[in-house]
């Protein structure tokens, strides 16, 4: 479901990786309105419904605009965060509710468009801090108007001053990784992509 701008660092590089974390991003994304999931994207089933069909693009941006600047979030059970030692995600397909701590986060920037109020998919752009979880905003949206939403696309655009249209593809870093002589052995490079 997420695509988008990945950083990867090796080697040295690596003593740079927060620096890297620390950065603004940018996501491009689509929520569906009127339905939540458990994970707060559609990678699990829809666990509840509510109307939406009421609402008005200047409804969402008045929701998106109240939900800019300092927020505290908590993080959502279907995460990689450790709590006593377990990852969320391992407590919360067991059925557990785990006790979470909010976080501060900032986003600069919510906006939202919607090119058919007939179908429930509205687009977006986020421009937000590190540690935001965009699932949890995209959940925060539909609570405030009265019904619910979850992601059911999210791409990162952007990193700091890195963008998404910069990158490479994995064929494009294989090959590099091939001229400048590093070993394609093991899985530093995908089998897939060593065999072509």
């Not at 090796?10 to 996501?27: F, I, L």
């Not at 109307?51 to 409804?59: A, G």
């Not at 986003?107 to 007939?118: H, L, T, Y």
Request: aromatic fraction near 6%.
């Amino acid at each position: 479901m997420a695509t988008g701008l990945l950083i990867i660092c090796v080697g040295k590089a690596t003593k740079r990786v927060e620096s890297y974390q620390a950065m603004e991003k940018e996501y491009t994304g689509t929520l569906r309105l009127g339905q939540a999931t458990a994970s707060l994207d559609k990678e699990e089933p829809v666990c509840e419904e509510l109307p939406w069909e009421h609402l008005k693009l200047s409804d969402l941006r008045r929701a998106a605009s109240q939900l800019t600047g300092s927020l505290t979030q908590k993080p959502p059970m279907y995460s990689a965060l450790s709590v006593n030692g377990q990852r969320l995600y391992q407590a919360a397909r067991k059925g557990l509710e785990v006790e979470r701590k909010a976080r501060s986060v900032l986003v600069n920037r919510f906006d939202v468009s919607w090119e058919d109020p007939k179908l429930r998919d509205v687009d977006f752009r986020i421009v937000c801090s590190k540690g935001t979880y965009v699932r949890v905003l995209a959940d925060d949206l539909g609570r405030n108007l009265g019904t619910r939403a979850h992601l059911v696309a999210l791409r990162r655009e952007r990193i700091g001053d890195f963008h998404v249209n910069q990158a490479w593809d994995l064929k494009k870093l294989a090959d590099a990784c091939r001229t400048a002589g590093i070993s394609d052995e093991g899985d530093f490079v995908p089998k897939r992509l060593r065999d072509d």
